[in-house]
Nanobody, 125 residues
Framework: EMRLVESGGGSVQAGGSLRLPCSVSGNRYSSFCMAWFRQEPGKAREGVAGIGRDGSTTYAASVKGRFTISQDNANRLYLQMNNLKPEDTAMYYC????????????????????WGQGTQVTVSS
């Protein structure tokens, strides 16, 4: 079974940057869709950025222009977060699915089968 492990979280001041890696192991196939989600206590999980099997990407409006999702040849997933704001504070999760997901659906959590345990990002003003 695919296992996802996030890292790179921490505390940063507003305007700062963080890079979150997500390592992948145990995958049965070499190609799959992946995405980053975030969740604050008591709030619904929110899709942040997604990348399809063809490499196409999609972003939530709240992070577009500040966050970049990418994937390396080993299928590790990354989220580069620049110009961070206090409202970006949340637990960040990476997720994956073997099936094809359209760009319009990449940020919907019900599309994903595999999830990491999360990494906390805290942005202070």
């Amino acid at each position: 079974e695919m296992r996802l492990v996030e890292s790179g979280g921490g505390s940063v001041q507003a305007g700062g940057s963080l890079r979150l890696p997500c390592s992948v192991s145990g995958n049965r196939y070499s190609s799959f869709c992946m995405a980053w989600f975030r969740q604050e206590p008591g709030k619904a999980r929110e899709g942040v950025a997604g990348i399809g099997r063809d490499g196409s990407t999609t972003y939530a409006a709240s992070v577009k222009g500040r966050f970049t999702i990418s994937q390396d040849n080993a299928n590790r997933l990354y989220l580069q977060m620049n110009n961070l704001k206090p409202e970006d504070t949340a637990m960040y999760y990476c997720a994956a699915n073997y099936g094809w997901i359209t760009n319009a659906q990449l940020l919907h959590d019900y599309e994903y089968t595999f999830w990491g345990q999360g990494t906390q990002v805290t942005v202070s003003s």
